[in-house]
């Protein structure tokens, strides 16, 4: 594996050609056509295992909030119980509490019903009320690969200062930036030890949902990276 992760999005088994040749490292399965990230059917996480040897994370998620109710806490937990028996490697998941803090509790609840199974925190953590704060409950948790963040909820475009300003040792080979992540990005987020990037619409022909992952767009980003950071010495 190269020492930049590129995750790469997909919602149907006909992306993961494009993501896999392209250099993927890593993919992420969501709901087709789904805006804010919805948790996809079993039966297309098989699919998109069978077409990979890459780890699949899948995502965890009922509705458009970041909270969840008892009732749907239960479907969570048997749809990554789902996902684990279709093959996929971890899932993906983030919850807030009443107060925006993250909800060490909840998640807590989740890991110990999907024991050894690694997770990405998603980007809830852009709506919370103190970001650092977040982080220092975040690293707490137990089998954290990855927090994929944009320093907002409205994307890299408007939080990629806060979410440099954030970034620290501690925390750094956690960080996955993504949610508008652009090319004239990379070279900073590299330079401050980033070693994730996630991408979606980037490696799509005009950042369409209704086209596949293109393995040309993903291997421009695999090349990027790894010059970028051949060129730092790292």
Request: charged share 20%; glycine share 12%.
């Amino acid at each position: 594996m190269s020492g930049v992760v590129l995750e790469v999005a997909v919602s149907d088994p006909r992306d993961v050609p494009g993501a896999v040749e392209g250099g993927a490292d890593r993919l992420h399965v969501v709901v087709p056509g789904s805006t804010c990230g919805l948790s996809p059917e079993p039966a297309l996480v098989s699919a998109v295992c069978r077409e990979t040897e890459l780890p699949v994370f899948v995502l965890l998620r009922l509705n458009e909030s970041w909270s969840t109710t008892g009732g749907e806490f239960a479907r969570l937990v048997g749809l990554g119980e789902d996902y684990v028996a279709c093959g996929a490697a971890g899932v993906a998941f983030g919850f807030l509490d009443a107060d925006l803090e993250i909800d060490t509790e909840t998640c807590r609840m989740l890991l110990d019903r999907l024991p050894n199974v690694p997770w990405t925190f998603h980007h809830a953590i852009d709506s919370s009320l103190d970001p650092r704060r977040s982080w220092r409950r975040l690293l707490g948790l137990p089998r954290l690969v990855a927090v994929r963040t944009a320093g907002s909820p409205r994307g890299l475009s408007a939080g990629f200062d806060d979410l440099l300003a954030t970034i620290t040792p501690e925390n750094a080979g956690l960080v996955m930036p993504g949610g508008g992540l652009a090319a004239e990005h990379v070279p900073w987020l590299l330079e401050a030890g980033v070693r994730q990037l996630h991408l979606g619409g980037q490696v799509r022909p005009g950042g369409s949902a209704k086209a596949y992952v293109d393995a040309g767009y993903v291997r421009s980003w695999r090349s990027m990276a790894d010059d970028l950071l051949d060129g730092a010495g790292r």
